[in-house]
Structure formats: C-alpha cells, structure tokens
C-alpha cells in the first residue's frame, strides 16, 4: 500500500452517508479527501491529482477501488484509466485487505468507500496501517 518504507499512501473515502463523525475518521486516519456519493467523473479526477505524486504522468501506477457497489467501480475505473491509471478492484474492506497483502508495493493510490457490507473503509485503512509495512505518516 506504501510507495517505499517512508511515505504514506494517498488514500480517498466516498461515502452516501456524509456526517461529520465519518469525515472527522476518515480525515483521522489521513484521507486526502473524503467524497459525497452520488458524486461526477469529475469530482473524481480532480481528487485523483490532487494526491502527491512528483510524476507529471500517472502511467504505471496502481490504485486500489474498494466499493460495494460495481458499478460505481466501473465509472471510478473508467475516469482511471483515462488519465493511465492500472486499477484494482475490491467490493469490501476484507477483499481489499486480502489483495494489497498481495500487492503491497504496487498499490499507489486508494479510493475506499466508508460505508460498505462485512468490512468498512475506514476499518480497512486502520486493518492496513497496522501492517510492519506501513509507516503511518498521517497528519
């Protein structure tokens, strides 16, 4: 999920459920930000490079999808991959969680809904920061 052992990935929440308690977690445990559901393409791509990278492209790196709803994936992957993105995808936290154990170097971005069946976003940003991997750098 990190880049390299002393920076923190960007990690974006969406959520339909837009309460003050669930912005102040997910800002918590270092979100760059946090996105109101239904939300645009563009509100998307917009947040997507506003994620600290020094690469002026974004070809080559990874970002991780986790939704429970497919076709919200689907538009998220497809506003992605137009800007060159590799996108992976999971449809809840436990999925997630699972696939970055695989992948944990390769993942540069993640956009995680709050809200979700069997294991929520945040509880999966916290699951992941308490991996020997992490290097927890929230601010």
């Known amino acids: 999920m ?11 929440f969406v959520s339909a459920n837009d309460s003050v308690a669930n912005r102040s977690r997910c800002f918590h445990l270092g979100s760059l930000e946090f996105i109101f559901k239904p939300f645009s393409r563009g509100e998307i791509a917009a947040a997507v ?3 600290p990278k ?11 999808v986790v939704d429970d709803k497919i076709f919200l994936r689907r ?3 497809s506003c992605l991959k ?4 590799n996108v992976l995808e999971a449809e809840d936290g436990r999925q997630a969680f699972e696939l970055i154990k695989d992948n944990w170097v390769e993942v540069n971005l993640v956009i995680v809904d709050f809200e979700m069946p069997v294991m929520r976003g945040d509880e999966f940003i916290h699951l992941a920061l308490q991996r020997p991997e992490a290097v927890n750098t929230c601010p």
Do not use: C, W, Y
Request: charged residues 20%.
């Open 54 to 64: 020094p690469q002026t492209t974004f070809a080559g790196m990874a970002v991780l």
């Open 75 to 77: 538009m998220v992957r």
């Open 82 to 85: 137009q800007v060159g993105l």
């Open 2 to 12: 990190f880049e390299d052992k002393d920076s923190q990935i960007p990690v974006l």
């Open 49 to 51: 490079t506003k994620a």
